[in-house]
């Protein structure tokens, strides 16, 4: 059964940083593409990060770049986002999502996921 599941979110000032774990389980870590994507109360789901685990490539939006950074550990099957500076604005529930078929990149974030987790809460109090 492919399995993710997301850690690390909490209550933070502005300014602070968080790091979020996806832990995944079920298949072949390096052979799919990890991506994450936040969803804030009445917006639509937005696309932050992604990362081929088998050669490290990562591609990060325009809205995070620069603050966040994503990473993997192979020998534990786990993607990493880590966030720093954050701002209250990033404050949504954030997805990591496995897909098999497209590489990461800007368009990774348009196509539909082989599946999910269930999402890890982070809330920039200002």
């Known amino acids: 059964e492919v399995q993710l599941v997301e850690s690390g979110g909490g209550l933070v000032q502005a300014g602070g940083s968080l790091r979020l774990s996806c832990a995944t389980s079920g298949f072949s870590f390096v052979d799919y593409n990890i991506g994450w994507f936040r969803q804030a109360p009445g917006k639509e789901r937005e696309g932050v990060s992604c990362i081929n685990p088998s050669d490290g490539f990562t591609y990060t939006a325009d809205s995070v770049k620069g603050r966040f950074l994503t990473s993997s550990d192979n020998a534990k099957n786990t993607v990493y986002l880590q966030m720093n500076n954050l701002k209250p604005e990033d404050t949504a529930v954030y997805y990591c999502?496995?897909?098999?078929?497209?590489?990461?990149?800007?368009?990774?974030?348009?196509?539909?996921?082989?599946?999910w987790g269930q999402g890890t809460p982070v809330t920039v109090s200002s």
């Open positions: 999502a496995a897909d098999l078929s497209v590489y990461c990149s800007g368009s990774y974030f348009l196509t539909t996921k082989d599946a």
